[in-house]
């Protein structure tokens, strides 16, 4: 690479000037002509740096193997690289195995630092989300369709296998609401009666643990990243909305009630059950709800009274199953949770459908509420490993979830993930390690063994109370707002989700916000944003015009910047507009089609790939412009670009001379004397 010390210095003091006026000292300026620099003054200028000033080479990498790439290419997505290296530069074999171990089951890499005094922080942690976890477990339970004790067996075992598996220090795992939710609506289409729901849902559960564990163990996590920000807002506010609205069966002691989700058949099954309602199960729902709601309320008010909020669900209930029993209540019409039977988590393999029909619906069903269930872990992981900055693996998250959801359904549980609210809680309370999960699991050991029979009375319309609380919170308004000033085709994903799972169906939700993120996507893959530069004065650097209004054209010369790959999906697009830039038929160049074009500047440095199609789309570009007389240039191409064009052989045609390593190069090659021009021909 050829450059003179004084080229180096102006290079330098380009760099210099990019970072101290990048985009702050530029103050727009409306309703005025833009500037434009002439040829001769910008000539002058730089003749001044001609002798100082020599062309840097823009070198062209040797051509790499397609099959190295490739390997490569999976090598990055299948095997993290720093769990790799921590296996390398290790001889013996004991010594891997135990990096693997402690790699496989982090439990074994923090548990020997553990420090005893932890443990009081962690055992307060964990009795407190164990006091929400028990009514919140019969709660989701009853909203999954499924037998209270299932929310009780799935807040027992899966907490144990995430302790060992999971590298989240705050995440409480147990049953949530939307998957409990997006459960139930997938399966009341497929099953007939109340036995081949619960076997579908264990078949499910176990169909959704193999997918999620496999999506770690092969580093497959992006297919999450399809469901966007605005997306889960969405979704989450649109079934936060449809569970309230579910629960009026409870609070109003609704007997015969819809299976159906969408609010249509919801507030018309309400409507037509109005002679079920019983006014001792609507006083009594409303008074605890009230309760519930003020409880979160001082919790919200006062961080350090995380407790009330914490204790208010399980105080709730102790208080309503008293009362019920005392006065008898079941008596007049109130609903109660009945029996529940006392014992551990008994098996339930025999339960899960390997082959057949009902397997193959059982596995859509899991693979759909598994990619719910693994999104929510993952957003609520991260943020509490944001709030005491350190990392979390997302592919061993993604195989603890999945490894405890296969435990789970052999051992009478449904789909468990990360809960927000319970989380909420752990990390309020002082919650220090996984530890927490631990003392939540034998806490819920000894209500399984010694303490079910006494929630027999427990009034469902308590529970509806104690769901609604849970989920208000879900409706996430100030995001929405955010949402909506950021980037108004997030809102309409969001609002897609929202209103498709609030008057359709969850699954049909959530589709409809997944289609329109796609549609965005393809959006700004097909249609990218190509603007034209000038240069900001006083300065070599080269900005958008319309971002900077200040920033002057050359005359005669159009710098182009295309800030996006080309790809055959979009070659076509951008052919068509630098053709209109140039030609004068764009609103943007209108004004300087007077001016004679002499040199067209690509600025290559945002363009990241280019395929066989986009390498076709330059030359007919540069053919094109062959015929107006026009010079094209290309300003710091990337390295596989420069690859691609060589092998393409559009170097050659343009001249290799004409490849600049910036775009200042570029201009003051373009006015330097006696630069021959083609003459039209083709």
């Keep these: ?99 693997w171990i402690q790699h496989t089951f982090p439990i074994f890499e923090w548990a020997p630092k553990y420090r005893i005094v932890h443990f009081k922080a962690d055992a307060i942690a964990g009795l407190t989300i164990a006091s929400l976890a028990i009514p919140q477990g019969i709660s989701y339970a009853k909203l999954a369709g499924l037998p209270p004790i299932l929310g009780l067996y799935s807040s027992f075992v899966p907490p144990l296998i995430y302790a060992v598996m999971g590298t989240s220090k705050d995440l409480a795992v147990g049953t949530v609401s939307v998957v409990s939710l ?34 770690g163990f092969f580093r497959l996590g992006l297919l999450l990243d399809f469901l966007s920000h605005a997306t889960i807002v ?13 629960q009026l069966k409870g609070l109003l002691g609704i007997q015969h009630f819809t299976a159906k ?25 409303a008074c605890f709800l009230s309760w519930l709601l003020v409880a979160r309320h001082i919790s919200g008010r006062k961080k350090e009274l995380y407790w009330v909020a914490a204790l208010a669900p399980l105080v709730s209930v102790i208080i309503s199953t008293l009362s019920v029993y005392l006065t008898r209540a079941d008596k007049h019409g109130v609903s109660i949770v009945g029996h529940l039977h ?43 490993a944001s709030l005491k900055d350190y990392q979390i693996d997302a592919n061993r998250e993604m195989i603890a979830i999945g490894m405890m959801n296969i435990s789970g359904a052999c051992t009478s549980c449904y789909i468990t993930t990360g809960s927000l609210s319970r989380s909420a809680i752990s990390y309020n309370a002082g919650g220090k390690t996984a530890v927490t999960n631990v003392v939540m699991a034998i806490v819920m050991a000894i209500t399984l063994l010694f303490l079910t029979p006494l929630f027999e009375f427990t009034p469902s319309a308590v529970l509806s109370a104690v769901l ?91 710098i182009i910047r295309i800030d996006a790959a080309i790809y055959f999906s979009n070659s076509n697009y951008i052919l068509g ?12 160049t209108q004004k300087f089609s007077e001016e004679r074009l002499r040199f067209m500047i690509l600025e290559l440095s945002p363009v990241t790939g280019i395929d066989s199609t986009g390498v076709i789309m ?63 021909a083709v």
């Design 1 to 99: 690479m050829m450059s003179s010390s004084g080229g180096d210095d102006l290079i330098l003091k380009d760099a210099q000037a990019e970072s101290e006026n990048g985009q702050d000292n530029i103050s727009p300026t409306k309703d005025q002509d833009r500037p434009s620099m002439s040829g001769d003054t910008l000539s002058r200028k730089l003749k001044r740096e001609e002798n100082s000033t020599s062309f840097h080479t823009v070198d062209i990498p040797s051509p790499t193997n397609v099959f190295r790439t490739l390997s490569n290419k999976f090598r990055e997505i299948l095997c993290k690289r720093d769990s790799i290296s921590g296996f390398q530069g290790h001889n013996s074999k004991s010594r891997k195995f135990l990096l």
């Design 182 to 215: 997006l459960l139930r609506s997938l399966l009341s289409k497929e099953a007939s009666n109340s036995l081949l729901h619960l076997q579908l849902a264990i078949t499910a559960t176990f169909f959704a643990g193999i997918f999620q564990a496999s999506l």
């Design 234 to 246: 969405g979704f989450m506010a649109g079934a936060a909305i449809m569970i309230c609205l579910q």
């Design 261 to 285: 989700t969408d609010l249509f058949s919801v507030m018309h099954s309400v409507r037509a059950a109005r002679d079920e309602w019983n006014w001792h199960t609507a006083v009594l729902g």
């Design 342 to 384: 006392k014992g551990l988590n008994p098996p339930s393999t025999e339960m899960i459908f390997l082959h057949g029909q009902y397997a193959l619906k059982s596995m859509k069903i899991g693979m759909i509420t598994a990619v719910i269930a693994l999104t929510e872990a993952m957003a609520v992981g991260r943020t509490f």
């Design 468 to 558: 609604i609380s849970a989920v208000i919170n879900l409706i996430d308004f100030h995001a929405m707002r955010v949402i909506w000033k950021v980037d108004k085709l997030d809102f309409l994903a969001m609002a897609g989700a929202l209103f498709g799972v609030v008057l359709i169906s969850v699954e049909v939700g959530l589709l409809v916000a997944v289609a329109i993120s796609m549609m965005k996507i393809l959006l700004h893959v097909t249609r990218p944003r190509i603007a034209i530069l000038g240069n900001i004065p006083g300065t070599s650097i080269y900005r958008n015009v319309k971002q900077y209004p200040e920033a002057c054209r050359m005359q005669g010369v159009m």
């Design 577 to 588: 507009r630098i053709s209109k830039l140039a030609s004068g038929e764009d609103l943007q």
């Design 618 to 680: 330059l030359e007919d570009l540069h053919r094109s412009m062959k015929r107006r007389n026009v010079q094209l240039a290309l300003a710091n191409p990337g390295r596989s670009i420069i690859q691609k064009l060589e092998a393409g052989g559009f170097m050659a045609s343009l001249g290799r001379e004409w490849v600049f390593i910036n775009v200042g190069e570029a201009i003051a090659k373009c006015f330097q004397p006696h630069i021959p021009l083609t003459d039209g």
